[in-house]
Every structure is written in C-alpha cells, then in structure tokens.
C-alpha cells in the first residue's frame, strides 16, 4: 500500500468507504457481516486502515456494524472518521445529541477525522447560521477537547456554496472531501474546487473516484484506447491512475462491496503509476465521449433563461437532469430542493419560447416533464 503523510500521521492512500458495504446494496439498511467483518480484516492486515462511515449510511447501520470489527485491534492502530448529518436540516441544531450517539454506536472516546456533512445549496444557509443552531461552535469545541482530531466537511455542492463555506469556516477546515473523478474534472468542475482547496491550502479526501462504478466498466469503443496505451491495466486502474496524478489528493476513498473489489484496489494502489500528458489527454476523451452519450449538451448561454414566463434557472436544471442521468446517487435530487416549488421543473409551461432561442436544440420541455417524475 501506497502512504501519504498527514499532520504527523502516514495515511494509507486507500481508504475503505463505508456507504456500500456488502448487503442488500446501496444505501439499504441491511449488511451482510461475514464478508463484511473478513473485507475489515484484510484492510486492516494490508495497511487500509481508514474508514469513513456516516449518521446515515445503510440506515443508520453502517457506524455501529464497523465498530463490531474493529473492536479487535487497538483503539490507535486505525483511523475512523465520521460526519454530522446536516443533509437533513431535522439535525440542524443537534450536533451535540448527534455526536455523543455516534461515540456510543462507534464505541471510541474520539474520532480521527470528523466531517459537516455534504454541505450543498439546500443546507448552507443553515451550516453558517452558528448563531442560530450552534453546531459549527460545538463540533469545534470537540476538536478543541480532543474528541475530534481533525475537522472538515464533505460538497456535493456548486463552487459558489463551497466559497460561502470557506470564508465563514475556512480557517478552521483541515480537509475537504469531494467528488473527484476523470468525468467530473470537467462535468462537475472538480478542477476549481480542487484550485478553490488548493487556496486554502486544505487537502483533498477524495469520494467516488469511480463514480459509483460507473467508470469501473467502459463500453468497447471507449475502452479501447485506454487498454491499448497501457495493456497491463484494468479500466478500473484508470480512475486511480488520475487521481494519483493530481498532487493535492491525500486520501481516495472506495465503496468497495466486495473482497473482489477490495483485492483489485488494493493491488492498484500498491503501485504509483500516474499519468503522463498523452495519456491524461486519452482520459479526458473518454470523459467527453461518455457525457456526450448521457448528457443534453447545454453550455449555460442564458438564452433560455431570458425567454422563460417562469423565469426558470434552466441552466442550472439542466446541469442537474445530466448528474441525476450520470449518477447512481441521490445528491442531485437533494440539490433539487433548494429551489422554490414555483422554480421548479414542474412549474414548466412548456410554451418551448426557450427551445426557439437555443443554440444546442435542445429539448428541454421534453427534458422538464423527464425530470418532474424523476423528482
């Protein structure tokens, strides 16, 4: 396994996300133990000795099930990190009720790293109203007794409530995890955030580096390239590739539900193979290729926006549809509701005055009624 150093600590640059942990799948409340309790081990007997849970994952299961396993090795021979969930503005406020009930379920006096969960546009006005719910004043002060060690905060969010985060709360963040991946360096503008952090000289905990999977299997005509410039490598092996040629990256995170997953990642990142420049231009192809397949090809030229009776940020609806169609996720449906019921796709009219001025001609009255019932 491959380490990176940390504050005073040697990192693994794998860590074992624990979101999708062997069971029923993603997000179900269900988890298998068995294979469950072997993939910790054989973290734990290969130096992966970080794992990030979460309040929600598998139900609320996912916290207590992994303090199961490792309740066998000492308390210092692995790093755990956790978050307050504050994607549900039901917890704005109960960080102190929150976090003493993830000790108990996690049976540990501290966590090593501890998170402001997936701050987005639906939340950030609540996560910077300390004076209100006081959970930014609370957690801080965790930090300060010692029962956190390191504090930062996850995004799914857009550059503008990532900048609104970190000029109320950045001096106190010590490391930001985001979605990073080859796809989104461009389709999710992973590079500003990146250069945002980078600003604020806060490293980067990766989540999703594969995309739920969605990068771990390529249709033929993509892959091609990709396994004739390295025929050694798996299309899996891309994604860790990228990310090891991105400096900032400290930590990259897997949900990995499965020992075959873990074994195949595992042998990856015991290797430091970056990219080099012809082959980070092939990446970036294959990112296009597999957007233009998905994605409504929308550039944010504001014409629709200009002819819309509703006034409708059809951009930004836009962008969203193409992360709900690109994702296995339910961030982009969060995201969502951080607009006013008059604003959103149903509100549409379906006059078409915005397909008469777009240059892209797109369907996007066919595209509202889609994302409607999605919703």
């Not at 409340?29 to 979460?54: G, L």
């Not at 962008?319 to 959103?344: F, H, W």
């Amino acid at each position: 396994m491959l380490f990176k150093e940390y504050k005073g600590k040697t990192l693994p640059s794998l860590g074992m996300g624990c979101m999708r942990l062997p069971g029923d799948g993603y997000g179900k409340p269900f988890i298998e133990e068995n294979e469950t309790e072997k993939m910790i081990d054989f973290c734990m007997q290969n130096a992966i000795n970080y794992f990030d849970t979460a309040w929600g994952y598998h139900g609320g299961n996912s916290e207590p099930t992994v303090a199961k396993f490792l309740q066998k090795y000492p308390r210092d021979s692995y790093f755990l990190a956790s978050k307050f969930p504050g994607y549900d503005l039901s917890y704005m406020g109960r960080a102190e009720e929150v976090f003493t009930k993830q000790l108990e379920r996690c049976k540990v006096d501290y966590f090593d790293f501890y998170l402001f969960h997936n701050v987005c546009e639906t939340n950030i006005n609540e996560y910077l109203d300390d004076e209100k719910y006081g959970d930014f004043s609370y957690l801080l002060n965790q930090k300060q007794n010692g029962r956190i060690r390191h504090l930062g905060f996850s995004a799914h969010g857009g550059m503008p409530v990532m900048k609104k985060f970190l000029e109320e709360y950045g001096e106190h963040m010590e490391f930001c995890q985001i979605q990073l991946n080859y796809l989104d360096w461009e389709f999710q503008d992973a590079k500003a955030k990146v250069e945002l952090l980078t600003s604020y000289n806060i490293p980067v905990w990766v989540m999703e580096p594969l995309r739920g999977g969605k990068l771990a299997v390529l249709d033929d005509e993509i892959a091609k390239p990709l396994l004739e410039a390295r025929p050694d490598e798996s299309i899996p092996s891309w994604g860790f590739r990228f990310l090891q040629s991105i400096p900032q990256v400290t930590m990259v995170l897997s949900g990995m539900s499965n020992m075959q997953q873990l074994t195949e990642n595992t042998k990856i990142m015991s290797e430091h193979k970056p990219l080099n420049e012809t082959e980070w231009s092939l990446l970036q192809t294959a990112a296009k290729k597999i957007t233009e397949k998905t994605a409504l090809p929308c550039t944010a030229c504001g014409y629709c926006t200009q002819h819309c009776p509703m006034e409708l940020n059809i951009p930004w609806i836009v962008e969203m549809y193409n992360e709900s169609c690109l994702s296995t996720g339910i961030v982009p449906l969060i995201r969502m509701r951080s607009l006013a019921e008059d604003k959103q796709p149903k509100a549409c009219l379906h006059c078409k005055a915005c397909e008469s001025v777009c240059p892209q001609q797109i369907a996007i009255s066919d595209m509202m009624t889609e994302f409607a019932k999605k919703l």
